[in-house]
């Protein structure tokens, strides 16, 4: 794909994206398919609950978010997440916040409680400082449940609305690249093999999942672990050994996702009121974009120690043509696809047992049976 001018190959690229390849209109503001959209997940979702923290995962300086409409905001990317384009295509009618600022009646609608850096496991990431691990921003969800029985007047009416809304989880990746695969700051992959720390993981994350059910969520997305081994950070850092990818890094996390699926299906025997999807869609490869895409796999930005953008240094011009922005995040482009994926599946394998279009009309009340 050959670009003229910065600005023609952008337009040019998104408008390829959006109606060539998925055959999309515009976003449909302020008619969201769902009441809520409530976000749990790691660096690749989180739009601002790190800003204030004590940690090295955090971008909310320039040139991050340099195509989001509000700039720099705490997104780990160029412009919008996966979360945010998901958030489009419900129909909502601005993205949703992040639990750190979110208040008033706009916390009916949702909140994102992702975290850079967070994992599944307590103690993952926390090398980089402090980061609000699954367990956290569960507890999270739980203040806000409180908040929103107070606005709505009683917790049976929270609970009434709070089972229409949509629940996403895009997080394990830090589990493995800021855990298992850094044996110099944590001991996982000296007590497990690549099989058994898969097992864990899932039986952590089943657990954690139980306990947002019983907090009433009936409509639960759950992304698989993107290609880790190919992100422009594992394949300087480890090297690849004549492969494309860090093979070994890869293999792990598809141990996990095929645990996912089987999670999927143990999740949905047991709680016929509710639906858990998982999802295959995250584009970290060429091969995940359509034909005719001439993707690069560098990154767009010269970076720092942890790969993320050095503070105010001009990134690439091309941005709509790389996979990656950073040493390991997505740009928009690569976002778009998955989340559009997920939304309407184009292939059995990028939404199991159903994908999110579908997912958002599940009837709790029709499946309820006491569970």
Not at 20 to 46: E, H, I, M, R, T
Not at 121 to 139: A, F, M
Not at 211 to 227: D, E, M
Request: proline share 5%; hydrophobic share 35%; aromatic share 12%.
């Amino acid at each position: 794909m050959a670009c003229e001018t910065k600005s023609w190959c952008w337009n040019w690229v998104m408008a390829f994206v959006f109606i060539s390849v998925f055959n999309l209109q515009s976003p449909v503001w302020g008619k969201p398919a769902v009441p809520c959209y409530f976000v749990f997940g790691d660096s690749l979702v989180d739009s601002g609950d790190n800003n204030n923290l004590a940690t090295d995962a955090k971008v909310n300086y320039w040139p991050y978010g340099i195509d989001f409409p509000k700039g720099p905001t705490g997104r780990f990317c160029n412009g919008r997440t996966i979360a945010d384009v998901t958030a489009e295509r419900l129909g909502f009618d601005d993205y949703i916040p992040p639990f750190a600022t979110a208040n008033g009646s706009e916390i009916i609608k949702g909140v994102n409680y992702a975290s850079g850096s967070a994992g599944i496991r307590d103690e993952t990431g926390s090398h980089q400082g402090v980061c609000i691990s699954l367990n956290k921003q569960l507890k999270n969800h739980k203040v806000t449940i409180s908040r929103i029985a107070g606005l709505l007047g009683s917790y049976h009416s929270a609970y009434e609305h709070l089972k229409k809304c949509l629940y996403s989880f895009t997080i394990g990746s830090n589990d493995y690249i800021n855990n298992y695969f850094l044996p110099q700051f944590y001991n996982s992959s000296q007590l497990y093999t690549p099989s058994a720390y898969a097992r864990i993981l899932s039986q952590q994350y089943s657990r954690q999942l139980k306990t947002l059910h019983r907090y009433g969520a009936r409509k639960v997305t759950l992304a698989g672990i993107g290609a880790i081994g190919c992100t422009p950070n594992a394949t300087s850092y480890y090297g690849t050994n004549g492969s494309l990818c860090v093979d070994k890094m890869n293999s792990a996390a598809q141990l996990f996702n095929k645990r996912l699926v089987t999670l999927v299906d143990q999740l949905n025997a047991k709680h016929q009121d509710s639906k858990f999807i998982a999802l295959n869609t995250l584009v970290q490869t060429p091969q995940g974009f359509p034909p005719g895409f001439n993707m690069s796999t560098l990154r767009c930005c010269d970076v720092n120690d942890f790969g993320l953008c050095i503070r105010a240094e001009s990134p690439c011009s091309q941005r709509a043509t790389h996979i990656f922005w950073d040493s390991f995040h997505p740009a928009e482009v690569a976002n778009i696809i998955a989340a559009n994926k997920a939304f309407h599946s184009e292939a059995p394998s990028d939404a199991y047992p159903t994908d999110i279009q579908r997912l958002v009309h599940f009837n709790p009340e029709a499946h309820s049976t006491g569970s």
